[in-house]
Nanobody, 124 residues
Framework: QVQLVESGGGLVQAGGSLRLSCAAS????????MGWFRQVPGKERDFVAA????????YYADSVKGRFTISRENARNTMYLQMNSLKPEDTAVYYC?????????????????WGQGTQVTVSS
């Protein structure tokens, strides 16, 4: 069983930065892909970024490319999302997710484990 706990959300002005964390519990993540998704009320949960735990390969949604950076820290079993140059349209609940395998999937159904979400609000 994999448990994921997000933290680091909050209120920030446009142009500012936030760093989200996802603390993960499992025996090993060597065969996992971890991802970040976000959702606003009434809309689908959208892909933001993914990272292959072993090797660190990454993939980003076009909307965040160049502004967000996904990373992981093996020793702490923690994944991060550094968000810079934030825009009001980045406002959403951000979810951490994990899937077994090597595919850097952008599809929500491919992920088996989810955190509870953390709110990010960007004011204009």
């Amino acid at each position: 069983q994999v448990q994921l706990v997000e933290s680091g959300g909050g209120l920030v002005q446009a142009g500012g930065s936030l760093r989200l964390s996802c603390a993960a519990s499992a025996r090993t993540f060597s065969n996992f892909v971890m991802g970040w998704f976000r959702q606003v009320p009434g809309k689908e949960r959208d892909f933001v970024a993914a990272i292959r735990w072993s090797g660190g390969s990454t993939y980003y949604a076009d909307s965040v490319k160049g502004r967000f950076t996904i990373s992981r820290e093996n020793a702490r079993n923690t994944m991060y999302l550094q968000m810079n140059s934030l825009k009001p349209e980045d406002t959403a609940v951000y979810y951490c997710a994990a899937r077994y395998g090597n595919l850097l999937s952008t599809s929500r159904p491919h992920y088996d484990y989810w955190g509870q979400g953390t709110q990010v609000t960007v004011s204009s």
